[in-house]
């Protein structure tokens, strides 16, 4: 499992990169990662996920700017994640096509909270990785499993139009745009890693933690809440928990 970890921890290195740079339009392979405040490149002894953050105390080496603890954070998730799908997966070639999907919907969930914006083109990879989990999802991946990717992609379908008429009966009755059109990848992402059945329990899930914030912005006055975050903790919470999750019901 110190794989996994390691694994994680090395995608989630590429995570801040996506983080940093999608939104602006940026290269995620050109120029190599640069402090953001001297630009000087950062060395690579400097650049091992986690450790050169702790190592340097969360500083830049050259100009001692402080470095955010988000990027430490979003390089142990990643590693948190790896490992606990890794340990809940019935094979390598599955275990890994969910964690990247999982570990871009955190890339995802942070863009959504950070700039209010989605960028379609690590959504469309979160959810073609959930998709080609879908092939390998048997005790024995001999084969690509045909059969199952048709099902799931009938799930991925499923929730990606239930969530459109959501957002069309919803927007009706609310007079305003209500949820996002990226909200409708993320259902579709989510159906096609859960089937349906888990993937609806984990939009219900998701809606469920989504309360609690959306009580404390109230009082804050924040409408705008990113929907996002929430559907890929449901996602993620169902994924782990889906036995005990059907029995307490
Ligand atoms: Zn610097």
């Given at each position: 499992?110190?794989?996994?970890?390691?694994?994680?921890?090395?995608?989630?290195?590429?995570?801040?990169?996506?983080?940093?740079?999608?939104?602006?339009?940026?290269?995620?392979?050109?120029?190599?990662?640069?402090?953001?405040?001297?630009?000087?490149?950062?060395?690579?002894?400097?650049?091992?996920?986690?450790?050169?953050?702790?190592?340097?105390?969360?500083?830049?080496?050259?100009?001692?700017?402080?470095?955010?603890?988000?990027?430490?954070?979003?390089?142990?998730?990643?590693?948190?994640?790896?490992?606990?799908?890794?340990?809940?997966?019935?094979?390598?070639?599955?275990?890994?096509?969910?964690?990247?999907?999982?570990?871009?919907?955190?890339?995802?969930?942070?863009?959504?909270i950070?700039?209010?914006?989605?960028?379609?083109?690590?959504?469309l990879?979160?959810?073609?990785?959930?998709?080609?989990?879908?092939?390998?999802?048997?005790?024995m991946?001999?084969?690509?499993?045909?059969?199952?990717?048709?099902?799931?992609?009938?799930?991925?379908?499923?929730?990606?139009?239930?969530?459109?008429?959501?957002?069309?009966?919803?927007?009706?009755?609310?007079?305003k745009?209500?949820?996002?059109?990226?909200?409708?990848?993320?259902?579709?992402?989510?159906?096609?890693?859960?089937?349906?059945?888990?993937?609806?329990?984990?939009?219900?899930?998701?809606?469920?933690?989504?309360?609690?914030?959306?009580?404390?912005?109230?009082?804050?006055?924040?409408?705008?809440?990113?929907f996002?975050?929430?559907?890929?903790?449901?996602?993620?919470v169902?994924?782990?928990?889906?036995?005990?999750l059907?029995?307490?019901?």
């Amino acid at each position: 499992m110190l794989f996994a970890l390691l694994l994680g921890l090395i995608f989630g290195s590429f995570l801040n990169v996506l983080i940093v740079r999608v939104p602006k339009e940026e290269s995620i392979i050109r120029p190599a990662s640069h402090c953001p405040v001297c630009k000087n490149p950062i060395k690579w002894y400097y650049n091992i996920p986690v450790f050169s953050y702790l190592y340097l105390k969360g500083k830049c080496a050259v100009c001692d700017t402080n470095i955010s603890p988000a990027y430490l954070l979003v390089e142990v998730l990643s590693g948190l994640i790896f490992m606990a799908v890794f340990l809940k997966s019935p094979n390598i070639f599955y275990a890994l096509f969910v964690s990247v999907s999982f570990s871009l919907l955190l890339a995802l969930s942070i863009i959504d909270i950070r700039y209010k914006e989605v960028p379609d083109s690590i959504n469309l990879s979160a959810f073609f990785a959930g998709l080609g989990a879908a092939m390998f999802y048997a005790p024995m991946p001999t084969f690509i499993n045909l059969i199952n990717l048709l099902e799931y992609g009938k799930s991925a379908f499923l929730l990606a139009g239930f969530f459109v008429m959501l957002r069309f009966t919803l927007s009706y009755f609310l007079k305003k745009e209500s949820l996002g059109e990226a909200d409708i990848i993320v259902a579709a992402t989510l159906g096609a890693m859960l089937g349906s059945m888990n993937g609806f329990l984990a939009i219900f899930v998701g809606a469920l933690i989504s309360l609690v914030p959306a009580f404390i912005y109230r009082k804050k006055g924040v409408t705008e809440v990113a929907f996002v975050p929430y559907l890929a903790m449901g996602g993620f919470v169902v994924f782990m928990l889906k036995e005990q999750l059907w029995f307490m019901g």
